[in-house]
């Protein structure tokens, strides 16, 4: 007995009891579409952080200052880099890109008869674009001539365009902060919200000397953070350990002492989130793939079920010279069959299910937006894995069909 006519009369025997297949199926159908939505979504959050995180820049190190420390004590709040330290990095460490200085500022900002106070105010370098990979729709961006002239110059994003100048060209418009005129030099290009859903485009960069010397009034060189871009991602250990030797000898800091800096790696962060959406996505799966199991043991029931009733059945067919081998692979292609027809209605389902869960978060968060990812393979082998379920449960019945003595067979009623 061939495959072809194997599956045509298991089709049949299948066909006979349509409503009992169907509900033997709908344990498979459930764990194939359960597992599927579970895997999508948990993708789906990868690679949104995944796409954040490239967001924030190419290969970005963040390093962050500390206190000072005298003889083991902390002496407050005095911040412990420099736009200088910024300068040196760039100019010293072979794996280093570009670097940026970071000054953090807040206050309203004045157009017309407009005013708003923006999420992020910050004085930057000139290659603070470079390093957050952020290109600018018009316009140009501050120099070091600015720089160094502490130029009342900005750069602007999407929003700030929208909510001061609406529909009218920025460029060369003019923006009061603290009644200091700053002139719009560019425009930044739309980034959309973080993962968190803060707004990326409700910022105004402005040269790091003129938010030090003319908005905060300070007179010393300290910044916030420095902001670093490795060459590559290859670089971005190397790039570590160099701005960390690179500091260490211009702060002073001997071997055994505690540094008043920190070198942090945002792929590090990436790889954290990255390992945690993974392992949420597993143990959801996992928990998805128990209903699977219960789906397998409702082949098992409906098989042997099958099997005491087809008895007469199977003693003919021994009678007319069926091997025990034909019987037991006609059995176990239906048990097969019903975990693969349920498999490809469960990946189909799930599918359906992942695109409205992603629409459904899309439309009840603002600003970041879930993408969908829908897994070929995954659906390849969800069919796989729901066939190998058949194969495991449809064993042992269609075993003990293909055991029948012939005899007791055709007797039975």
């Given at each position: 007995?061939n495959l ?7 089709l ?5 009891n349509?409503?009992?297949a169907?509900?033997?199926v ?5 764990g194939?579409a359960?597992?599927?939505?579970m ?6 959050a990868?690679?949104l ?6 967001q924030?820049g190419?290969?970005v190190?963040?390093?962050f ?12 709040n005095?911040?412990?880099l ?5 300068d ?5 460490c072979?794996a280093v890109l570009?670097?940026?200085p970071?000054i953090?500022f807040?206050?309203q900002?004045i157009?017309?008869n407009?005013n708003y ?8 370098g000139?290659?603070y674009t470079v ?5 600018l729709?018009?316009?140009g ?9 502490a130029a009342?110059?900005?750069v602007i994003?999407?929003?700030?365009v ?5 529909t009218?060209?920025p ?13 719009v ?6 980034k959309g ?14 040269p790091y ?7 905060v009034g300070?007179?010393f ?6 902001l670093v ?5 290859v670089?971005t ?5 160099e701005?960390?030797?690179l ?5 002073h800091i001997?071997p ?5 800096f ?10 954290v989130?990255?390992t945690?959406?993974?392992?949420l996505t597993l ?7 128990i ?7 409702g082949?098992?029931n409906?098989?042997?079920v099958s099997?005491?009733e087809?008895t007469?059945e199977?003693g ?7 091997r025990?081998g034909d ?8 048990a097969?069959?019903l975990?693969c ?8 389902l ?9 629409m459904l978060?899309?439309?009840v ?9 829908i897994?070929l393979p995954?659906?390849i082998?969800?069919v796989?894995?729901?066939a ?7 064993y042992?019945p ?16």
């Amino acid at each position: 007995m061939n495959l072809f006519v194997t599956l045509r009369i298991a089709l049949r025997a299948l066909g006979k009891n349509k409503m009992r297949a169907g509900l033997t199926v709908l344990g498979i159908v459930i764990g194939i579409a359960s597992v599927t939505t579970m895997v999508s979504l948990g993708q789906s959050a990868s690679r949104l952080v995944q796409t954040q995180f490239e967001q924030l820049g190419t290969n970005v190190i963040v390093v962050f200052p500390g206190a000072r420390r005298n003889e083991g004590v902390r002496s407050g709040n005095v911040m412990t880099l420099t736009a200088n330290d910024s300068d040196t990095i760039a100019s010293e460490c072979p794996a280093v890109l570009a670097t940026s200085p970071l000054i953090a500022f807040g206050g309203q900002v004045i157009h017309g008869n407009s005013n708003y106070n923006p999420r992020e105010m910050y004085g930057v370098g000139p290659d603070y674009t470079v390093v957050r990979n952020w290109p600018l729709q018009s316009g140009g961006f501050f120099t070091e001539r600015e720089i160094t002239s502490a130029a009342k110059v900005c750069v602007i994003g999407q929003t700030i365009v929208a909510r001061l100048f609406q529909t009218a060209n920025p460029l060369g418009q003019t923006i009061r902060i603290k009644n200091i005129p700053f002139k719009v030099v560019g425009v930044l290009l739309k980034k959309g919200a973080n993962m968190v859903g803060d707004d990326q485009d409700d910022i105004i960069l402005m040269p790091y000397t003129t938010v030090r010397k003319r908005l905060v009034g300070s007179e010393f060189d300290n910044v916030n953070v420095v902001l670093v871009s490795a060459r590559s991602l290859v670089d971005t250990r190397d790039a570590q350990g160099e701005i960390t030797r690179l500091l260490e000898d211009r702060h002073h800091i001997l071997p055994n002492e505690p540094r008043d800096f920190t070198v942090q790696d945002t792929t590090e962060i990436a790889g954290v989130f990255a390992t945690i959406t993974g392992t949420l996505t597993l143990m959801l799966a996992t928990i998805a793939a128990i209903s699977l199991l219960v789906g397998g043991v409702g082949i098992m029931n409906i098989m042997l079920v099958s099997v005491t009733e087809r008895t007469r059945e199977i003693g003919i067919r021994m009678a007319v010279g069926a091997r025990a081998g034909d019987i037991l692979r006609q059995f176990l292609v239906e048990a097969v069959l019903l975990s693969c027809i349920g498999g490809v209605i469960g990946f189909a389902l799930g599918v359906g299910a992942s695109t409205g869960l992603t629409m459904l978060i899309n439309s009840v968060t603002s600003g970041t937006k879930w993408p969908l990812v829908i897994s070929l393979p995954a659906g390849i082998v969800a069919v796989l894995f729901a066939a190998a379920v058949g194969v495991f449960f449809g064993y042992y019945p269609a075993r003990r069909a293909s055991q029948l003595d012939p005899i007791d067979a055709l007797r039975y009623e």
